[in-house]
């Protein structure tokens, strides 16, 4: 009787149990089979299709790789759509599935098309209902199947190293399923498994490692506790990842927050998403932007942190990852290589640099392997600071100004026709090509150019004006020279033909030396063979591009500072053997008496000499301009000097409108343009053309003028 009772209390305990057991684990019906996924599709005049796909195919066939829908095995599962005619899809919302597998099934949507073209979709749980039966579910009971939504740090096969901070390739065996029993999770759940994780812009990835922190998961939630510390954080679905960290077989997680003293971490910022660094754009040049990391590109900042720690020992080793940098005036890449751009983490998490103590920041990986010479650079990026000094609305309206100047004297020779012998069509190509400078100046100095094209074509039109108007500067001084200074006994060239034929020597000259050195900069500039050839015209500024470091100063040497610097020293040499013989000259023409000769002699050399004054001022004028551009790259200090040569420089179109047009006959000739002056009203007889003509006796005396003049002051000496 004993043993009759004990078996019958035995099988009773048992089949409890049993009950209980198939009570907690309800079946649960999975559309797809284990291992594959669900792929929705839409087509040209046919309904909506669903096929399963496993994972492989769909990397293959569509490059997305994405986690199924990971199901405990103690859950009674049941494979496979429900069969009936339509069926509709409905985004699973909810933690709990229902009960009913004949009319339902639930699985992990991972891709939607639309006549084959891949429409953006984030994988999400959904469930194929019969149409028939979408209205019948009102008295069906809810499962006890929940499912957690955790995030895998890193790909499938990938790592993380917590010392680079990116994904590395470990072993095809870190995968998701692998993850969720090195996670002791339970065996009754269902599981929704994503990659990588996305802070919100104000928030930092903390990095908190297995050694430092105990991890446990519960249900979609992870909660971190220091080792020795009981104060515990808990952080909600979509908030944390975790992954095994590289190398080894230990966990990290990382865990968005919005304060890194709670879990007494250090912060830095980093500009690109974590897994992804700069590509540089050009060669010479930190214009980039960023990309998926394809290979192993780390992200190395130990020198900024192992300097930071060998000066103070309190410097905590956990470590928060934020990346965000907004900039209002646009960004600047710090050269590590340059001592002008050196700079250093401070104690509380700043950047010390030349542009500011505690400016905001951040470090990247710039990768310029595909150029000659490019590696893998660590370096900071801090927000452009314009100089407060300088005010662009000034500059801009100081330019218009200029412009407006050029463009009235430009008129008013282009209206004389008394204004076009030699020096005056010399005069209009170099007015011209200020006017060209100064108008795309103006622009640019007007607001941000959104448009790289326009940019870079407003870069091209300053250059060449300033470059065409140096070299017609060149022009007036050679012609002034050669006017007062050749030493060859030469015929004077009065005619319009002769001076037609110089005229066009000169403009091969001038236009030919703007267009050479504008075109080989083009052609260096599109097809780059050295980072010291590379102007990078509009990029980034509509100027010469890359200032930031010395190498990629060259460029900026290169085609402008010094060709413009050989042209102005060229004109000064040539402007000061032009004062030398009009010194000689004048001395000779004050020996000559008075009557024709000596008055035709004086009056043509006070017309050349007011070229050569004339000549001088404009030299002046550019040569300042250029001068100031050269010293402002030696010494940036003090700033308010410069403010004021900014300035001045602004105003040359102004100061080539006084030289060249506030004048007694240039006031004459309009007046008499506009009717408003008799033809005879200028006295002593202003007609003269002012040609440019030899001024030497030699060649404005005739020979037996020469003679008689040697005659006359023979017997003024006998009387």
């Given at each position: ?11 009773l305990?048992?089949?409890?149990v ?6 907690k684990?309800?079946a649960?019906?999975?559309c ?13 005049n046919?309904?909506?299709s ?7 195919t ?9 986690s199924?829908?990971?199901i405990?095995?103690n859950?009674?599962?049941v494979?496979g759509t429900p ?5 509709e899809?409905?985004q699973?919302t ?10 339902r099934c ?9 006549n084959g073209?891949?429409?953006q979709?984030?994988?999400k749980?959904?469930?194929l209902?019969c ?5 019948n ?17 890193c790909p499938?096969?990938?790592s993380?190293?917590p010392?680079?901070h990116?994904c590395?390739?470990s072993?095809s065996?870190?995968?998701e399923?692998?993850l ?11 599981y929704e498994?994503e ?10 990835g903390?990095?908190l ?6 991890l446990?998961?519960e ?5 971190v ?6 104060k ?8 944390w ?8 077989e ?14 007494d971490?250090f912060c830095?910022k ?15 040049s930190f214009?980039?932007?960023c990309v998926p990391?394809?290979?192993s590109?780390?992200?190395?900042i ?9 000066n103070?020992?309190?410097?905590p080793?956990?470590?928060g990852?934020?990346?965000d ?5 646009g960004r600047v890449?710090?050269n ?6 050196k700079?250093?983490?401070t ?7 030349a542009?500011?103590?505690?400016g ?11 150029c000659?010479g ?5 370096t900071?990026v ?8 300088k ?7 100081l ?12 008129l008013?020779?282009?209206?004389l ?8 069509r010399?005069?209009?190509c ?6 060209l400078?100064?108008?795309?100046l103006a622009r640019v100095?007007y607001?941000?150019v959104a ?10 039109g300053?250059?060449?004006?300033f470059?065409a108007?140096f070299?017609w500067?060149n ?10 200074g ?9 005619k319009?033909g ?6 066009l020597w ?6 030919g030396?703007?267009?050479?050195l ?11 063979i050295a980072i010291?050839l590379d102007a ?6 509509c100027w010469f ?9 060259w ?15 060229t004109?000064f ?6 004062a030398?013989h009009?010194?000689?000259v ?6 000559l ?6 008055d035709r002699?004086?009056r043509?050399f006070?017309?050349?000499?007011a070229?050569?004054?004339l000549t001088g001022?404009?030299?002046?004028v550019?040569?300042?301009g ?5 010293l402002s790259?030696?010494a940036?200090?003090p ?23 506030f004048k007694?006959?240039?006031y004459?000739l309009?007046?008499?343009?506009l ?6 009203a200028q006295k002593?007889?202003?007609t003269?053309?002012g ?10 005396i005739?020979?037996?003028?020469r003679?008689?003049l040697r ?6 000496k006998?009387?």
């Amino acid at each position: 009787m004993t043993w009759h009772l004990f078996f019958i209390c035995v099988f009773l305990y048992y089949t409890s149990v049993g009950a209980e057991s198939y009570e907690k684990v309800v079946a649960f019906r999975k559309c797809c089979i284990e291992n594959q996924s669900l792929v929705r599709s839409f087509e040209v005049n046919k309904t909506e299709s669903f096929v399963c796909l496993d994972r492989s195919t769909i990397e293959d066939n569509y490059n997305i790789s994405a986690s199924p829908l990971l199901i405990g095995e103690n859950v009674n599962t049941v494979y496979g759509t429900p069969v009936c005619d339509q069926m509709e899809l409905s985004q699973v919302t909810a933690t709990e599935f229902d009960s009913d597998q004949d009319h339902r099934c639930y699985d992990r949507l991972i891709i939607e098309t639309i006549n084959g073209t891949i429409k953006q979709n984030i994988p999400k749980i959904v469930a194929l209902t019969c149409a028939n039966f979408k209205n019948n579910t009102k008295n069906l009971m809810k499962s006890k199947l929940t499912v957690d939504r955790i995030k895998k740090c890193c790909p499938k096969g990938q790592s993380y190293d917590p010392k680079y901070h990116f994904c590395r390739l470990s072993d095809s065996e870190n995968n998701e399923q692998t993850l969720i029993k090195r996670l002791n999770l339970s065996s009754d759940h269902i599981y929704e498994v994503e990659n990588e994780l996305h802070c919100k812009a104000v928030e930092t990835g903390i990095e908190l490692s297995e050694e430092k922190f105990s991890l446990v998961v519960e249900g979609s939630n992870l909660i971190v506790t220091r080792k020795f510390s009981e104060k515990s954080h808990i952080a909600h679905p979509g908030e944390w990842c975790i992954d095994r960290m590289f190398p080894g077989e230990s966990l990290i997680a990382r865990m968005c927050s919005n304060s890194c003293s709670d879990f007494d971490a250090f912060c830095v910022k980093k500009c690109c998403p974590v897994g992804q660094h700069y590509k540089t754009l050009r060669c010479g040049s930190f214009v980039s932007r960023c990309v998926p990391n394809k290979d192993s590109v780390a992200f190395n900042i130990s020198n900024y942190l192992d300097e930071l720690k060998a000066n103070y020992d309190d410097i905590p080793d956990v470590l928060g990852i934020r990346s965000d940098l907004l900039c209002s005036a646009g960004r600047v890449a710090l050269n590590i290589s340059a001592d002008y751009d050196k700079h250093e983490l401070t104690r509380d998490g700043y950047l010390r640099s030349a542009i500011s103590d505690h400016g905001d920041y951040c470090f990247e990986t710039f990768d310029s392997r595909q150029c000659p010479g490019g590696d893998l650079t660590v370096t900071a990026v801090t927000c452009f600071v314009k100089p407060q000094m300088k005010n662009f609305q000034v500059s801009f309206v100081l330019i218009s100004i200029s412009s407006v100047c050029l463009a009235l004297t430009l008129l008013v020779y282009c209206a004389l026709p008394e204004l076009w012998n030699l020096h005056g069509r010399t005069l209009i190509c170099h007015v011209s090509m200020m006017l060209l400078a100064f108008t795309c100046l103006a622009r640019v100095q007007y607001k941000e150019v959104a448009d790289n094209k326009l940019c870079t074509l407003l870069g091209y039109g300053i250059y060449f004006g300033f470059v065409a108007a140096f070299a017609w500067l060149n022009v007036m001084c050679l012609d002034i020279w050669w006017t007062f200074g050749s030493v060859r006994m030469v015929q004077p060239l009065r005619k319009s033909g002769a001076e037609w034929r110089r005229f066009l020597w000169y403009s091969l000259y001038a236009w030919g030396f703007a267009s050479i050195l504008t075109l080989v900069m083009f052609i260096l500039d599109e097809y780059p063979i050295a980072i010291e050839l590379d102007a990078n015209i509009g990029s980034g500024m509509c100027w010469f591009g890359s200032l930031q470091n010395e190498r990629s100063d060259w460029p900026h040497y290169i085609f402008f500072v010094i060709p413009m610097g050989l042209v102005t020293c060229t004109n000064f040499i040539l402007w000061v053997l032009t004062a030398r013989h009009c010194a000689r000259v004048k001395s000779e023409v004050h020996r000559l008496q008075a009557g024709s000769v000596g008055d035709r002699a004086k009056r043509r050399f006070r017309i050349d000499r007011a070229k050569y004054l004339l000549t001088g001022k404009l030299w002046v004028v550019m040569g300042a301009g250029w001068i100031s551009e050269l010293l402002s790259t030696i010494a940036s200090e003090p700033k308010w000097l410069w403010t004021i040569v900014d300035l001045l420089n602004e105003l040359q179109g102004v100061f080539i409108f006084l030289i060249l047009v506030f004048k007694p006959k240039l006031y004459y000739l309009i007046r008499k343009r506009l009717g408003l002056e008799k033809p005879d009203a200028q006295k002593n007889g202003g007609t003269s053309s002012g040609r440019t003509s030899s001024t030497f006796l030699s060649r404005t005396i005739s020979n037996d003028e020469r003679a008689n003049l040697r005659v006359s002051q023979l017997n003024t000496k006998q009387a």
